[in-house]
C-alpha cells in the first residue's frame, strides 16, 4: 500500500505536537524512532512499508499508560486516519496493528500480520540497549518512581492487568518486561538487533548493583 508522503509528514507533524513536552520516555522522538526501524525491518523482511510506517508513527496516541481513555477504541489513531481518508480497509488494518503492539505481560500477542510484527519489534527494540535504560530511567522519574529498592523484589510471571497496576522501583523493569523482550521478538532482523541491546542492559544492570554496593573496603 503507498501511503502519500504528505500523509507521512502530517502524521509526523500530528506526533510531535501529541506528545510534545512528555517527559516519560514516550516523546515524539520514541515513535519516530519507531517508524524509522519499522520500515528498516519491513524493508528486510518484505512487508508493506505503508501500513508499517502508519502503525509505527500512531502506535502510542492511544497507548494504556499514556492515553487510558481512548485506548480501547484507538480514537485518536482512527480520528486521523479518517481526516487523512485513509481508506476504510486500509484503516482497520492500522488499527488492529496498533492494538496488538503493546506489552502485556503474560497476556502479550504475537501480531498475526507480518506488518504488526516489524511494528511491534521496532517499539521493542527502542525499549532495549543504551535508549531503553535512558528510557526506564526518564518513565520511572515521571511517575515519581524509586531508581531501586533492595528490599521489593521483582515481580515475575504477570498478566496484563497486574502489570499495568502494578508500580515498583524502576530497576525492576528490567527483571520484568526488558530482559524477556529479546526472546519475544517476532523477526529475525528484530531478534538480531535485541541480542545486542539485551547484552549491553546486562552489563548495566550487573554494574549498577555492583555500584550500589559501594567500593570495595568501605562499609
Ligand atoms: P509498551 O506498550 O510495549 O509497554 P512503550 O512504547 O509504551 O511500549 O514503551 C514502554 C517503555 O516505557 C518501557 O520499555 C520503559 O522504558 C518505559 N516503561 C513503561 N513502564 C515502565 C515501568 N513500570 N517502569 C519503568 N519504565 C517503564
Ligand atoms: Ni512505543
Known amino acids: 500500500m503507498s501511503i502519500d508522503s504528505a500523509v507521512i ?97 503474560t497476556d502479550s500477542v504475537i501480531p498475526d500480520t507480518i506488518e504488526g510484527k516489524c511494528v511491534q519489534d521496532a517499539d521493542r527494540l527502542d525499549a532495549l540497549g543504551a535508549i531503553g535504560i535512558a528510557r526506564t530511567f526518564a518513565y520511572g522519574g515521571s511517575r515519581g518512581r524509586a531508581l531501586y529498592d533492595p528490599a521489593i523484589l521483582p515481580a515475575l510471571g504477570m498478566d496484563e492487568a497486574a502489570y499495568r497496576a502494578h508500580v515498583a522501583p524502576s530497576l525492576n523493569h528490567f527483571y520484568e518486561k526488558l530482559f524477556l523482550l529479546k526472546d519475544m521478538m517476532a523477526t529475525q532482523t528484530g531478534r538480531a538487533i535485541a541480542e545486542k541491546r539485551d547484552a549491553y542492559m546486562h552489563t548495566f544492570v550487573e554494574e549498577f548493583l555492583a555500584e550500589w554496593e559501594g567500593i570495595p573496603g568501605s562499609s
Open 9 to 105: 509528514d502530517r502524521a509526523i507533524s500530528y506526533i510531535q505536537n501529541f506528545f510534545a513536552g512528555d517527559s516519560s520516555g514516550h516523546d515524539a522522538f520514541h515513535s519516530l524512532r519507531v517508524y524509522k526501524t519499522a520500515l528498516a525491518i519491513a524493508e528486510r523482511e518484505n512487508a508493506d512499508q505503508g501500513i508499517a510506517a502508519l502503525a509505527a508513527l500512531l502506535h502510542d496516541v492511544d497507548d494504556a499508560k499514556l492515553s487510558p481513555a481512548t485506548c480501547a477504541g484507538k480514537e485518536n489513531a482512527a480520528a486521523f486516519l479518517r481526516r487523512e481518508e485513509i481508506p476504510e480497509e486500509i484503516a482497520a488494518r492500522i488499527l488492529h496493528i496498533i492494538d496488538q503492539v503493546s506489552f502485556r505481560g
